[in-house]
Nanobody, 125 residues
Framework: VQLQACGGGLVQAGGSLRLSCLGSGFTTDDYAIGWFRQAPGKEREGVSYINTNDGNTYYADSVKGRFTISSGNAKNTVYLQMNSLKPEDTAVYYC???????????????????WGKGTQVTVSS
């Protein structure tokens, strides 16, 4: 399983970006997928997850209502649509895959087995 996050860039506050997690060797039907981010000097945090066992999604409070995670039709792609971006969203964003779990609330970075290289998102004020 190999993952690659792409779609980052520089955007003004209030703008939008769509990140893509492109995978090889897996389908979104078989793995739970998570988006994580890490800003300079801060710990990595979980942003959004999608759990294939129950189809449920999770969003961190800081992005709820602004970000949307979804699976692509190709079944090896997961998107993170990010709207109303804020400067505090600036970070390197990573996607990761792990075994599905009974509840989306059990997903975390420790449950992810595969990680892709990150993509930089910079939001200017």
């Amino acid at each position: 399983v190999q993952l690659q996050a792409c779609g980052g860039g520089l955007v003004q506050a209030g703008g939008s970006l769509r990140l893509s997690c492109l995978g090889s060797g897996f389908t979104t039907d078989d793995y739970a997928i998570g988006w994580f981010r890490q800003a300079p000097g801060k710990e990595r945090e979980g942003v959004s997850y999608i759990n294939t066992n129950d189809g449920n999604t999770y969003y961190a409070d800081s992005v709820k209502g602004r970000f949307t995670i979804s699976s692509g039709n190709a079944k090896n792609t997961v998107y993170l649509q990010m709207n109303s971006l804020k400067p505090e969203d600036t970070a390197v964003y990573y996607c990761a895959a792990g075994d599905p779990v009974d509840s989306v609330y059990l997903l975390a970075d420790l449950t992810m087995d595969y990680w892709g290289k990150g993509t930089q998102v910079t939001v200017s004020s």
